[in-house]
């Protein structure tokens, strides 16, 4: 039996409709509704008949639900809550999917006194946004961390867990501030280097963007991905997680600096080591199936 | 016909053998000599077939051909070029393929004086090193940009460009200094960053190595695919391009610091407008042809 059998999604981007697609293919016989407070993505929704039901209004659409995933920026994430706060059936859950977990616990128990909430964060994405972007897949072989108040009832989180084990994803609890800071260093600092990067290639004077552009497959396009994901979703990451950005990107800019002195200097040596450190690094992630085995994240050659 | 009949390319690793693999697969009849300085290499290069002949030695690999191919780490460039100087058939073509053009030019012209040289970079590569990593598909729609110095012969500039077309890439034409100041943008740059953010993350006390390697999928994996690559190489290209590579640098760390100022201040809409312009340049990246246009690389999903 699913761990539950009516499922509500608030926000059919990526990972809401992920998680619908999911539910879908993994859950059979649950029932399923979104609601999304974008009219035109709630119209789209619909026509690629994402859920049973689209509801019109986030109180519509939680009031017989067991469940209920915030699939919001996380930002947006205690208003989305009061939305519904007053239709929400007694015995549901709350969980969410926020790239941030203290803000959201903050924002969530604020707007659900007394709600049985269970935090989470699946950690995968592509760069792509909205309804039609999601897949049933995109959690498959994924961490999902699970941050649960110490008061959380057992029950409730042990349901959530196997929730996400049957979309395809690995459990892992953690602290609330701990996975902030484990974020920021595996996601939120990655995101702001390529944003920032992409966007000094393009105010160059004397480099045209076309030309940035053209030659992107010396290693610029890698960075270009990540810097094409949501606006929205990342704004309100960096502002909700800032300590733990600034201090990570603290040591960040420290160690460039080191290298950039070492260049100037015409350190190789300490380049060398570096770069054959960073080498094994590689060599760790596809052993622990953490990215493509295949080389060049298996893009496609001809 | 060919433009070349008999080429032979020294340094056996990612692009010689992509190079030597290219030839077989799309100029018939074409001689193919190799040479590597590494004799285990040699010895590899001899058990996969990758030439018709491996050489002992770099002045026995060149004797009769009429292209010889520099593929070796630019800082190590001039030093290989002395080494068959005495044995170059006066007709003969010599190339390379690194990634800076202004230290490869001087040192090209030093090891050879009177010898028609045509400097080649083609912007293309993967993570993997050595002579097994190689592909006749790596140059396949790709941009290969030639820097012949003012006094080059046009009929060796235009056999060059012939033979890079007949491997599958597109050819440009650039001053070798603007050649270093666009590459340090679209290559050197993301390398170092790469390389740096990979350092950062490993040195952490408080997210352990596991951690950080656990939830790469948020973004860091992608860095650690271009902090994989060869560490001789990049150790050369960031001494050798030493004054583009340094003030690129410093125009990404001020805007690294304009961002840091934008989250500690709150400031949403200069983050959003930001990540909303660096969108747009994945999109011209996908159009332009220069990466795959699946989501997420084209990575697999289960």
């Not at 059919?12 to 992920?18: N, P």
């Not at 205690?78 to 790239?99: I, N, Q, T, Y």
């Not at 501030?177 to 390529?194: F, M």
């Not at 800019?253 to 260049?263: C, K």
């Amino acid at each position: 039996m699913p761990p539950f059998s009516r499922v509500t999604v608030i926000g059919l981007g990526l990972i809401g409709s992920s998680i619908a697609r999911g539910v879908r293919a993994h859950m059979t016989g649950v029932g399923l509704t979104g609601y999304d407070a974008d009219p035109q993505v709630r119209e789209t929704a619909k026509a690629i008949g994402l859920c049973d039901d689209v509801a019109d209004s986030a109180g519509a659409a939680v009031t017989d639900a067991d469940l209920v995933i915030l699939c919001v920026p996380v930002g947006a994430i205690g208003d989305a809550a009061r939305e519904f706060a007053e239709d929400l059936p007694a015995d549901a859950v709350v969980s969410d999917v926020g790239s941030c977990k203290e803000s959201v616990v903050t924002a969530l128990r604020e707007a659900l006194p007394g709600v049985a909430i269970v935090p989470a964060h699946p950690v995968a994405g592509t760069e792509r946004s909205g309804p039609e972007a999601g897949f049933a897949q995109l959690f498959h072989n994924r961490w999902c961390i699970l941050t649960p108040p110490a008061d959380a009832d057992p029950l409730a989180v042990e349901r959530v867990a196997e929730f996400w084990k049957r979309l395809g994803a690995d459990i892992e609890m953690m602290e609330p501030a701990h996975h902030d800071r484990v974020l920021a260093v595996t996601s939120h600092l990655p995101h702001l280097i390529a944003y920032t990067i992409v966007g000094t290639a393009s105010d160059l004077e004397e480099v045209t963007s076309s030309e940035v552009i053209k030659y992107s497959a010396g290693g610029f396009r890698d960075f270009t991905r990540i810097a094409a994901s949501d606006p929205t979703m990342w704004r309100d990451v960096f502002l909700s997680n800032r300590e733990a950005v600034l201090d990570m990107l603290q040591r960040f800019s420290e160690d460039l600096s080191a290298l950039q002195r070492a260049i100037r200097w015409g350190k190789g040596e300490e380049l060398f080591d570096l770069f054959t450190r960073t080498r094994a690094v590689r060599r760790s992630v596809i052993e622990q199936g953490q990215d493509d085995a295949r080389e060049d994240f298996g893009r496609a050659h001809d």
